[in-house]
């Protein structure tokens, strides 16, 4: 029987049960002995959030749109004022979704380190552009190569959810 993730011979554990517990059992400790139980499955417990597709798809396609825009940033931010605001938009509603979600701690803080307006990453570089007007060959590469490599954790992180395997930057992209 499959409780919890883990998979469990129930007759096995029962006759385990009773043979270990058969004395607190007679001495009506029985809730004792099912909260200890369930507290043994209950370690059993997923330690992330579920693997979600959409998300998965979201992040990918976010980052694409997002490395995009970076490479954009040669031409004046008026210009694409309106395409930074509708990004930062779907980044933030990025990390709404997984903060909103249960046991996915990490997945929030790497999406709030990528549009901290104040950070380093997708937030840091649009008020970067923005009060500059452009920005040049080598901020522009700078920026691009750091905020894809900050997405490929995200992108490495759903993957992982699915199925454990290895990622480097490569096979996260």
Excluded at 23 to 42: D, E, H, K, N
Excluded at 111 to 119: C, K, S
Excluded at 141 to 166: H, S, T
């Amino acid at each position: 029987m499959n409780i919890m993730g883990c998979t469990v011979p129930v007759a096995r554990a029962e006759r385990l049960l009773l043979v270990a517990f058969r004395p607190a059992m007679a001495r009506g400790l029985r809730s004792v002995v099912v909260a200890l139980f369930a507290s043994v499955l209950s370690a059993c417990a997923p330690l992330m959030a579920a693997y979600n597709g959409d998300a998965y798809r979201n992040t990918t396609s976010l980052k694409a749109e997002t490395l995009a825009l970076v490479a954009d940033s040669d031409e004046p931010y008026v210009a694409y004022a309106a395409e930074v605001k509708a990004l930062g938009t779907k980044l933030s509603s990025a990390y709404e979704f997984a903060h909103g979600l249960p046991k996915n701690e990490i997945s929030a803080q790497q999406w709030h380190l990528q549009i901290a307006p104040d950070g380093a990453l997708y937030g840091g570089f649009v008020r970067q552009w923005q009060s500059a007007g452009t920005t040049g060959a080598a901020y522009r590469a700078a920026k691009a190569g750091q905020i894809g490599r900050a997405f490929d954790p995200l992108i490495c992180l759903d993957v992982n959810k699915k199925e454990p395997k290895a990622c480097s930057a490569q096979t996260a992209a």
